[in-house]
């Protein structure tokens, strides 16, 4: 079975409909086309239930629909890396400093480089530096 690394940006767009994309659907998608399995941060976890409750609090979403969300989220085969935590101090934090990225980006950077694998994100400047230290963007034609 193939992995790759998950950011929450991807995830979010199958947890709120407003920010539905073309991208994160064929990554959603490949669970089922492709046998794949999602590597995720630590963080990844804590990044979803906080988008979820403030898209709550704002009326995005309903409880009902968090309900769902989290329901979908935990059918998928995403798995949760247990080292980052022990990194964030060391190599997160550098490669946010050498790279001017934050450290929740250089978190799941450091686990798609550590892994040696691709990464599935939305966020264009995350994309672009991933590609800039040999990480390739999951499911791009390179």
Known sequence: MSQFVLDCSVT???????????????????????????????????????????????GRITQAQTTRAITLLRALPI???LQTAQRAMGDTIAL?????????????????MREGLPLATIDERLAYVANSCGVQTYLSAT
Do not use: H, K
């Not at 064929?26 to 804590?46: C, G, H, M």
């Not at 990225?101 to 798609?112: N, R």
């Open 12 to 58: 979010m767009s199958w947890c709120l409909t407003d920010e539905t994309n073309s991208y994160a659907d064929a990554v959603l998608n490949s669970f089922n086309t492709d046998r794949v399995e999602a590597l995720t941060p630590q963080l990844w976890s804590l990044e979803v239930a906080s988008v979820l409750l403030v898209a709550e609090r704002r």
């Open 79 to 81: 798995v949760i890396d």
């Open 96 to 112: 946010g400093r050498s790279l001017r990225i934050s450290a929740y980006d250089a978190t799941y950077l450091e686990l798609a």
